[in-house]
T-cell receptor, first 114, second 111 residues
Framework: NAGVTQTPKFQVLKTGQSMTLQCAQD?????MSWYRQDPGMGLRLIHY???????DQGEVPNGYNVSRSTTEDFPLRLLSAAPSQTSVYFC?????????????FGPGTRLTVL | GDSVTQMEGPVTLSEEAFLTINCTYT??????LFWYVQYPGEGLQLLLK?????DKGSNKGFEATYRKETTSFHLEKGSVQVSDSAVYFC??????????FGAGTILRVKS
């Protein structure tokens, strides 16, 4: 099992550019989510999905879109990048949507927006 | 809303010293509590968890007890090693599986 994989590892964008951060998991997990990690703030939830075709907003969804067409993949789209989106992005997955389920994290994507 | 507060770091200890990282939480319901660890250049991994009051989570010599009366989940280890150097995050999940994280505490262990 590869677990949770994320691509790319590093990315530099210019303000206004768009890009998609890829996330995939091979554990047949129903629940997937995206977090951003900023210094001194821990991780904050951007969007999450409880299964294919179902997504919802987290704490900081503005500027980001998601879709979930398959169980395995959960891409995060930045339509028009802004410097405030400079961060490290983590994708996570878990078996279910129950409080207490362990979440498995990917290695992260470090994004810089100039 | 729900929130987690953990002690600021960095915490610097000598090898074999006792470790405590304080964590307190605010939640409207009855959350599950977690400690996640992030080693340099890696993603987060679950260290331990507790899902109800008075439960004790333990793993790799680390322990934490869910204290509802003090809304706390302090992380302890009796004897730290250099390999424990990492960032430690306290977190809770209350509604579904959405995690709310503390700011993280950097631990540095010197040999």
């Amino acid at each position: 099992n590869a677990g949770v994989t994320q691509t790319p590892k590093f990315q530099v964008l210019k303000t206004g550019q768009s890009m998609t951060l890829q996330c995939a998991q091979d554990m047949n997990h129903e629940y997937m989510s995206w977090y951003r990690q900023d210094p001194g703030m821990g991780l904050r939830l951007i969007h999450y999905s409880v299964g294919a075709g179902i997504t919802d907003q987290g704490e900081v969804p503005n500027g980001y879109n998601v879709s979930r067409s398959t169980t395995e993949d959960f891409p995060l789209r930045l339509l028009s990048a802004a410097p405030s989106q400079t961060s490290v992005y983590f994708c996570a997955s878990s078996r279910g949507d129950t409080s207490g389920d362990e979440q498995f994290f990917g290695p992260g994507t470090r994004l810089t927006v100039l | 809303g729900d929130s987690v507060t953990q002690m600021e770091g960095p915490v610097t200890l000598s090898e074999e010293a006792f470790l405590t990282i304080n964590c307190t939480y605010t939640a409207t319901g009855y959350p599950s509590l977690f400690w996640y660890v992030q080693y340099p250049g890696e993603g987060l991994q679950l260290l331990l968890k507790a899902t109800k009051a008075d439960d004790k989570g333990s793993n790799k010599g680390f322990e934490a007890t869910y204290r509802k009366e003090t809304t706390s989940f302090h992380l302890e280890k009796g004897s730290v090693q250099v390999s424990d150097s990492a960032v430690y995050f306290c977190a809770l999940s209350d509604q579904g599986n959405k995690l709310v994280f503390g700011a993280g505490t950097i631990l540095r262990v010197k040999s």
